[in-house]
């Protein structure tokens, strides 16, 4: 990871990311935004986050490494690693890693992360699961607060922050 691991995630008003597994939210631009983002990199996800892509396949045109605690599970498309540690070995000569999710992947993730590419959404939706509050952590700082958007009528923008 030649500029260090970086974060991908959209998150509403109170940095709820999901519910029962599945995005909440969804704007049609933040999904093209992704695919812009973190195209021809490598993504590290959760098995549970993998689940709930379109047809729980792997992502096209890029390196999926799923992290998993089961040692048997093989992924047509994709590496598999069972520790965080794991997971940064495997990608550690790769130029562009992003994170790309659920919870438990992100905090796990988060302290050797340099970047986040936010998808504010300003609104809320019921959730279960969160992002870390960024504005609460003293090492990271809001880096471009992004335009003010619109979309199905939900107002978004697609945030920068960075470690400091």
């Not at 939210?25 to 933040?30: A, G, Q, S």
């Not at 792997?58 to 390196?63: A, G, I, Q």
């Not at 960024?134 to 809001?142: E, F, I, M, T, V």
Request: charged share 30%; with cysteine; hydrophobic share 40%.
């Amino acid at each position: 990871m030649r500029d260090g691991l970086e974060i991908v995630v959209a998150a509403d008003g109170s940095w709820g990311i999901g519910l029962h597994g599945t995005q909440t939210l969804v704007i049609p631009e933040d999904r093209r935004h992704f695919r812009e983002v973190t195209g021809r990199g490598t993504v590290i996800v959760g098995r549970k986050t993998l689940a709930d892509f379109p047809g729980g396949r792997p992502l096209k045109n890029r390196r999926n490494i799923v992290l998993t605690r089961d040692p048997a599970l093989v992924i047509d498309g994709a590496e598999t690693a069972h520790s965080v540690e794991e997971a940064l070995e495997m990608c550690a000569g790769d130029e562009k890693v992003f994170v790309i999710g659920g919870e438990s992947v992100y905090r796990a993730f988060l302290p050797y992360s340099r970047r986040a590419h936010v998808t504010r959404i300003f609104a809320k939706a019921e959730n279960d699961d969160f992002f870390p509050d960024l504005s609460a952590l003293p090492d990271w700082r809001l880096a471009d607060p992004g335009e003010e958007r619109e979309s199905g009528g939900l107002r978004y923008a697609f945030q920068i922050w960075e470690r400091c």
